[in-house]
């Protein structure tokens, strides 16, 4: 099992910042790619942000893009979401998730689909006000 466990959500007015954290102790966090999601109350999870295991490829959703970023810290088996000029519209619960896939891994892929992640957080509630 792969325990994935996010921080730091909370509530932001338009314009501000906050900052994501999902710490995986136990694992073989720095062979995993890893990836942020959120789903918003009668909407579909959607993609946020991925990061390979190497940190030499990223993929964002375009409307994230600018504003947010994605990182990792392999030695403290943490990765993180810095999210900033945030709008209400990014109002969601924010999850982390890992992909374990052997042949990603050798790809040093970032995947960007849910159906590719096997590991999910339990999810971060962020609320970005008016």
């Known amino acids: 099992q792969v325990q994935l466990v996010e921080s730091g959500g909370g509530l932001v007015q338009a314009g501000g910042s906050l900052r994501l954290s999902c710490a995986a102790p136990?694992?073989?966090?720095?062979?995993?790619?890893m990836g942020w999601f959120r789903q918003a109350p009668g909407k579909e999870r959607e993609f946020v942000a991925a990061i390979s295991w190497s940190e030499r490829r990223t993929n964002y959703a375009d409307s994230v893009k600018g504003r947010f970023t994605i990182s990792r810290d392999n030695a403290k088996n943490m990765v993180s979401l810095q999210m900033n000029s945030l709008k209400p519209e990014d109002t969601a619960v924010y999850y982390c998730a890992a992909d374990t896939d052997l042949m990603r891994f050798l790809s040093d892929y970032a995947p960007t689909g849910a159906d590719e992640y096997d590991y999910w957080g339990q999810g971060t509630q962020v609320t970005v006000s008016s």
């Open positions: 136990g694992g073989t966090f720095s062979r995993y790619a």
